[in-house]
């Protein structure tokens, strides 16, 4: 059964920073894909960034890149989203999931999501 536990929103002015965590526990953590949505108020959830199972590969929406980094530590089981320059439409609730194989985190739908973790940013 696998287990999502995301920490580290808060409150935040624009142009701050904030550095997001994700632990996964349940699965074979190296052999998964991992990777970030976010769903503002009144909006459907959507792709933020994905990285790959050895960390050699990471992909972002179009709205985040070069704002926000996605990294894993594969020994914690554990990946992290540094987000940087941030603007007040990034405000939503962040979460991760997992998936075998990459491409899927794009497109897939998924049945399991964590509690996710707040991320206000105020102008």
């Known amino acids: 059964q696998v287990h999502i536990v995301e920490s580290g929103g808060g409150l935040v002015q624009a142009g701050g920073f904030l550095r997001l965590s994700c632990v996964v526990s349940?699965?074979?953590?190296?052999?998964?894909?991992m990777g970030w949505f976010r769903q503002a108020p009144g909006k459907e959830r959507e792709f933020v960034a994905s990285?790959?199972?050895?960390?050699?590969?990471?992909y972002y929406a179009d709205f985040v890149r070069g704002r926000f980094s996605i990294s894993r530590d594969n020994a914690k089981n554990t990946v992290y989203l540094q987000m940087n320059s941030l603007i007040p439409e990034d405000t939503a609730v962040y979460y991760c999931?997992?998936?075998?194989?990459?491409?899927?985190?794009?497109?897939?739908?998924?049945?399991?999501w964590g509690q996710g973790t707040q991320v206000t940013v105020s102008s």
């Open positions: 349940g699965r074979a953590f190296n052999n998964y894909a």
């Open positions: 990285i790959s199972p050895t960390g050699g590969s990471a």
């Open positions: 999931n997992a998936d075998l194989y990459i491409k899927n985190l794009r497109i897939k739908e998924y049945d399991y």
